[in-house]
Nanobody, 113 residues
Framework: QEQFVVSGGGLVQPGGSLRLSCAASGSIEDIFSMAWYRQAPGKQRELVAAITRGGTTNYADSVKGRFTISRDNAKNTVYLQMNSLKPEDTAVYYC???????WGQGTQVTVSS
């Protein structure tokens, strides 16, 4: 059973940046695709970004050009660099294998003046 601990969230002003980290309890090198999700109050959880073992990425249209996902398999860590943050990015962010069941603890990102 894999567990993922996310960190790096917080309060940031519009236009600011945050870098989220996702530390796995074990190896992630055999997980084909790692992904970041987010959920705002009253909304469904949505896929934000995903990255395969080979480095292929995809992003939600709402974050393209602003967010960058990366993974360091040796460190068992996935990152999400978030730039040009907007209030609509406010949500709890989660990280896990894409399509895998279950959810761990997320980190709150609040974008507000």
């Amino acid at each position: 059973q894999e567990q993922f601990v996310v960190s790096g969230g917080g309060l940031v002003q519009p236009g600011g940046s945050l870098r989220l980290s996702c530390a796995a309890s074990g190896s992630i090198e055999d997980i084909f695709s790692m992904a970041w999700y987010r959920q705002a109050p009253g909304k469904q959880r949505e896929l934000v970004a995903a990255i395969t073992r080979g480095g292929t990425t995809n992003y939600a249209d709402s974050v393209k050009g602003r967010f960058t996902i990366s993974r360091d398999n040796a460190k068992n860590t996935v990152y999400l660099q978030m730039n040009s943050l907007k209030p609509e990015d406010t949500a709890v962010y989660y990280c896990k294998g894409r399509g895998a069941p279950g959810w761990g603890q997320g980190t709150q990102v609040t974008v507000s003046s």
